[in-house]
């Protein structure tokens, strides 16, 4: 089995990515949260640039309905030495789908039929998609694969879900199948968050060979070695990855207390369910206003209460 992480918007930043390779490992590919602007904003060009990703597997996503917008973007990927791209037609935000952007771009199968058109036929890179199964109906998926089909796409990454299902829904893995007829390499995404999970995925198709996970992997860090069966339940490598992690948005992205707090803190909001029973710990924690209070919140954590990597209803 191979695993992907999956790109979450100002989480899985070339700080966490990279910090995660150096402690946990066991990701074949890691994406970046999406780019969205023809020219690169200094925080996009940061994601990409080849010496903030030394040693890993990146591939960029890009959010986007214009085709000379997306073509512009991958100039600009190409000369970094990339040769592959990400086009995200999954995002579930209202502000994004009211564009009709990310999963919304569905609702609009022939516009996004054009722009497909035009992509293939002028982008130099290869070009994988990430897609959702509809916006309100499942009837909607097999309209949907009659506009993949026509095209050369590298990959389809499928989150199984609608995009009224947002997050909070079930997966709906059934839907995996259809896919299948499009004979291209396909990925799995949606909820993979434990080995069971892992199981009644496989149980609907024993051939998938490649999980794409994200809030999984962010609530609970050892999931890649859960999935191998063999968790460590080490506080004190995540107790070493939490303050690299810390340490280097402070050097790297600036900003001070306030902006490293913001960052870490997001972080927590998924990682809180290792620890069961520690309500007021994590309370702590994001309550903090400045690094020497956090970093006292997490001792006490860490020294008072037990690390279950085990736990996996953790978000």
Request: aromatic share 10%.
């Amino acid at each position: 089995m191979n695993y992907d992480l999956a790109p979450m918007e100002g989480i899985t930043t070339y700080i966490y990515r990279t910090t995660y390779a150096k402690y946990y490992g066991g990701i074949d590919r890691y994406y970046t949260p999406f780019l969205a602007s023809m020219h690169l904003s200094t925080r996009e060009k940061n994601e990409v640039l080849p010496e903030h990703n030394a040693g890993i597997t990146v591939i960029p996503q890009i959010l986007s309905n214009r085709a000379d917008e997306f073509l512009e973007i991958t100039q600009a990927l190409h000369s970094y030495g990339y040769d592959t791209v990400n086009l995200n037609l999954g995002c579930p935000s209202g502000t994004v789908v009211s564009k009709h952007r990310g999963a919304g771009f569905l609702a609009v199968p022939d516009e996004l039929d054009r722009f497909l058109d035009q992509i293939f036929s002028a982008c130099p890179l290869k070009i994988s998609i990430k897609t959702r199964i509809g916006i309100s109906n499942e009837s909607e998926w097999e309209t949907i694969l009659r506009v993949y089909e026509k095209y050369p796409v590298d990959e389809l990454i499928i989150h199984t879900r609608l995009q009224k299902d947002f997050y909070k829904l079930p997966t709906r893995p059934h839907t995996y199948l259809a896919a299948k007829r499009l004979g291209i390499p396909l990925c799995y995404n949606g909820d993979v968050n434990s080995p069971s999970a892992l199981q009644q995925v496989l149980s609907v198709d024993p051939s998938i060979d490649r999980i794409m996970i994200g809030r999984g992997i962010i609530a609970n860090p050892e999931l890649i070695e859960a999935l191998h069966g063999a968790p460590s339940c080490d506080k004190n490598r995540l107790q070493s990855f939490l303050s690299d992690i810390c340490d280097r948005y402070l050097t790297e992205m600036g900003g001070g207390d306030r902006n490293t707090l913001y960052k870490l803190k997001e972080l927590w909001v998924y990682m809180g369910g290792l620890f069961p029973d520690a309500d007021k710990y994590i309370k702590r924690i994001k309550k903090a206003n400045r690094l020497t209070e956090y970093h006292a919140a997490v001792d006490a954590l860490m020294r008072e209460k037990p690390l279950q990597t085990d736990i996996f209803s953790v978000y």
